[in-house]
């Protein structure tokens, strides 16, 4: 699997936002990630893939001193949020109360994104690494409904998991996301999967007749 920084330089889920937005962005958050092992290398391709964007990039750092929240939400057009430890960012977001301050913006139409745990944290549940032992289901922030799990064709553990979490009833339905593969997401509702990279796409996994079925959304290639 591409690390998280070449993910950044590939610029697939950014250039969807620009997309998306239709103009030149003013406000750009990026979010902090956890357990990255180069998070100051992270920044500076964060920053080298936004420009490129015409956009004005800023980001926040939760473990120095932490700025005015509310202000700084409120000056955003996108939030972007990188991957990491699920729970860990979580649980640090709702001690802040940021969790509150981005469902207030999400509701004012500020374009919420990102890869891995940022991709999961927005919907009701997410499947996760954030533990060391195996993926477990975990509660995540409830903007959009249903269960999320990332990196379906890059981890060889994820499909198994996405089938036992079904067998097991613990999630009627599941959305799987490939590597360098996107959904864009409107009015709460799936309006397409978007690739960028080869042949990639984002499925609906569903049990019937106890057998589990992927049924793949309509694709658009950005590549």
């Known amino acids: 699997m591409k690390d998280l920084g070449e993910k950044l330089r590939n610029g697939g889920v950014q250039r969807l936002n620009a997309k998306m937005l239709g103009k030149n962005t003013q406000g750009k958050g990026d979010f902090p990630r956890f357990n990255y092992q180069n998070d100051e290398e992270y920044k500076e391709n964060f920053y080298k893939t936004f420009s490129k964007l015409n956009c004005q990039a800023t980001h926040l750092d939760f473990f120095k001193r932490t700025p005015d929240l509310e202000n700084l939400i409120q000056d955003q057009d996108v939030i972007f949020v990188g991957g990491g430890n699920t729970k860990s960012m979580l649980a640090v977001w709702k001690d802040w109360g940021l969790d509150i301050l981005l469902k207030s913006a999400y509701e004012k139409g500020v374009v919420m994104s990102g890869v891995s745990a940022g991709a999961i944290c927005w919907f ?100």
């Open 124 to 223: 009701e549940k997410g499947i996760t690494d954030s533990w060391a032992d195996n993926l477990q289901l975990m509660e995540c922030l409830g903007f959009i409904e249903g269960t999320c799990c990332p990196h379906y064709d890059e981890e060889i553990d994820r499909r198994p998991a996405v089938d036992k979490f079904l067998c097991e009833q613990l999630i009627s339905s599941c959305i799987a996301i490939e590597g360098e593969c996107a959904l864009h997401i409107k009015d709460g509702k799936v309006f397409s999967s978007v690739a960028f990279g080869k042949e990639k796409n984002s499925y609906l996994v569903k049990l019937k007749n106890n057998k589990v079925i992927e049924t793949p959304f309509n694709s658009i290639d950005i590549t």
